[in-house]
């Protein structure tokens, strides 16, 4: 006889025993590393990028801020997010739900797909649709003579964005769905539900957190890119310049104040997503419980 959740959850509830029976010196010497780290490779870079921000006083922090390439800026990394991020959504969505309920041919060759932005260089990506897209690329000539503009203009950026990001949203669905199976949804189907019934009133509902995890995530990397954006973009001000550039620029320039001012509405933009996912991670936990808790303990012979 297996026993299923009740043998998880005394599993669970023995961890934290074994963590005490640990020397009291053991733990603190842990404790104070950890900390320690945290401290010199995060709190002390944050506070340096504020203090320097503010070195000049506050006037000159919010007139850096708004600058009208610094507004430019970021106008376009928040128009890069808002575009990069729903094509993620309904890419992750669609990819995680076949991927995890139904068997096709190619599937390991999508998730291969997938990861692969994982282990191309943001760098190589752009210069990748720089071959594409770019005066002597592939295409090239063609958008020329049409008057399309992708590479040094907010197309080639919004790409760029969308191919670093894509993995994000179905990298954090693919697993959970694989390890909800397909019950429920067969369920559903044979009451006589449709396919989008089904997705909306059963799919969705039980992945709405991992979604949430899953976005934003997304949105903080769409943000921060640079390296793919820098590629594409060919630094214009005011045009094609997103926030992590405008920071680059102004730091080559000497001007501290304003690269340290833009550098810190990043930082704030940072912590605002680390609280979100804390929050989406925290409740997604808390359902888990509660669900485990609703079904109580499984026996299986």
Known sequence: MQIGQLANATRQARLPDRATTEPLWVRILLTSMAMGFVGLFLLVPLAAVFSQALAKGIDAYFGALAHADALAAIRLTLLTAAIAVPLNLVFGIAASWAIAKFEFV???????????????????SGVIYVILFGMQGYFGPWLSRHNVEIIFAVPGIILATVFVTFPFVARELIPLMQAQGTEEEEAAVSLGASGWQTFFRVTLPNIKWGLLYGVILCNARAMGEFGAVSVVSGHVRGVTNTMPLHVEILYNEYNFVGAFAVASLLACLALV?????????????????????????????
Request: proline letters at 6%.
């Open 273 to 301: 997503t680390l609280a979100l996912k804390s929050l989406a991670e925290w409740r997604f936990k808390q359902q888990l419980a509660e669900e485990s808790v609703e079904r109580g303990p499984s026996y299986e012979y």
């Open 106 to 124: 190619g599937k390991s060759v999508l998730i291969t797909l997938i990861d692969l932005p994982f282990a191309v260089s943001p760098v190589v």
